[in-house]
Structure formats: structure tokens, C-alpha cells
């Protein structure tokens, strides 16, 4: 059986602009693997609502989930429920506000001893056809769309890591894992041969569509085997 396919897409013009490093998407990819499932196709998009909704739609041609971060915050650059909106429920829908998202609000505020600025309503909102994630971390609840395209679903986990992980594993990972697949890799690092000289003696073992399949990369002198079986 073949792994389930999951694609990663980062959102953020921070991310974009090179600001920061997009550690999530690394760390994501790593845990999708060990769980069996094959991290796909990675993107990464800036706070652009129509950018955002495009790239959800093509990669949910080709993939069983689509793991998006960032965008869930309270401010007006936070995009991506507006974007999962036009994807799921169209252009016209509006995103209606969830009770379980205002009184989570409501809870975290108060155990602090703040009052809640209105803006962070913002974070209560969601598509009409999508369901709020918990998020027992922070004030940004994650979306989950039904199912797109066919088969593709769809899972919005806010951008910070210390409420991304425990979200992923606590809602991703069961709708991904398989049982019946494990996703194994290696490398073996080479000295004193240019990686064209690598390949060739490689020939038909790098051939595309083979399993396991066979890359190579290079860096400070090193060309390093790359084996992914599935």
C-alpha cells in the first residue's frame, strides 16, 4: 500500500522575506515520516488571501491532506480562514463565528487576569463548513475543513511551535497514520568524487519512479546518498 501523501504549506510574509526560518515545515515533514506518511509537495506563501486559496486548491489535486500554518492570528495580515473559506464554502460565504471559539477566548483571557481585546474575536471565526481545532496553548483554535476535491482535507494550525505540535498530534496525525505503510530513509556520504561521478556509478538505481528511490546531494565536498523506501 501505497503512504499517504500530505502536503505542507507555510503562510506568512515574514517566512517569505526570509525574517525568520520556517522551522515548522522541517519539523512537520519529520513527524509526517514517522508516522508513515509521505511529506509531499512544501509551499510557502505570504499573507495573500487569493495566493493562499490557490495554492490550497492545486495541492489538494494531488495530496490526502494539506497541513497549513500560520494566518490564524487575531490581526487583519491573519488570512487563512478567509482563504479556507473560498476554497470550501465559495467566495460569497461569509465565516460565521463558533460559540466553542468565543468562550475559549473568553477562558484564556480571564484565567489571566486580562480583558480581551475585540480584535481576537477574529479567531473565533471559521468557514461554514469547517470545524474548530482546540488549541489548549494559545488564543488561535486550528480550522479542519471536510473533505476537498474529492479526498483532500485540509487542517489550519497556527504558526507558533509550542501550539502547532501538540495540535498535529493531537488531530493530524490520527487522520494521516498508516498502519499498513512505514517510511524508512538513509544516507550514505561519499568523499573524493564529484556528484556527477557519483551518479554514474549510481546509473539506473536514481532512475525516477524506482522504489526505494535514490538522490544525491552535495555540500563542502561531501556528496551524500539519499535513500527513501516506503
Known sequence: ?????????????ELVLGQIEDTNASWLARAL????????????IGDDRATLARAMRELAANHTAIIVTGGLGPTLDG????????????????L???PAGVAHLARWFEARGRPMPSSNLRQALRPPSARLLANPHG???GLQASPIEGSCEVFCL???????????????????RSADSVVATAALHTIG???SSVGELLG?????????????????GIVSIRLRAT
Do not use: H, Q, Y
Open 96 to 98: 460565521v463565528e463558533d
Open 193 to 195: 568524487l564529484g556528484e
Open 79 to 94: 488570512l487563512t480562514r478567509e482563504a479556507l473559506c473560498d476554497l470550501v464554502d465559495g467566495a460569497d460565504a461569509a
Open 33 to 44: 515520516r514517522g508516522g508513515g506518511a509521505l511529506p509531499g509537495e512544501r509551499r510557502t
Open 158 to 176: 497556527p504558526g507558533p511551535p509550542n501550539e502547532m505540535r501538540p495540535m498535529f498530534e493531537s488531530f493530524v496525525v490520527p487522520a494521516v
Open 1 to 13: 500500500m501505497s503512504a499517504v501523501r500530505v502536503a505542507i504549506l507555510s503562510v506568512g510574509d
Open 204 to 220: 539506473e538505481l536514481m532512475a525516477r519512479g524506482r522504489e526505494p528511490s535514490v538522490g544525491t546531494t552535495a555540500s563542502d
Open 139 to 141: 488564543t488561535a483554535t
